[in-house]
């Protein structure tokens, strides 16, 4: 799982990259649940969560940014 302090050091089109390859990670790691063949099921809640926190500070670069 990522740390705040490393997702912050990110530029914003890193953590955009990071998102995506997460949100794919995610997408195997659902049909790999759905069959069964899930190695580590603690894997989709650390997933989850890191795509939460990218998702919230790409929000609030954006509301920095606005103002």
């Known amino acids: 799982m ?3 302090a490393d997702l912050t050091a990110k530029t ?3 953590l955009a990259q990071e998102l995506g390859e ?3 990670e995610q997408f195997n790691l659902r049909f790999q649940a759905a069959t ?3 190695e580590k099921p603690s894997r989709v809640k650390e ?3 890191t795509i ?4 919230t500070l790409q929000t609030q670069r954006a509301a920095a940014a606005a103002k």
């Open 36 to 38: 069964s063949q899930l």
């Open 22 to 24: 997460l949100k794919r």
């Open 2 to 4: 990522a740390k705040i």
């Open 52 to 55: 939460a926190q990218i998702k």
């Open 12 to 14: 914003d089109d890193q």
């Open 47 to 49: 997933v989850r969560r």
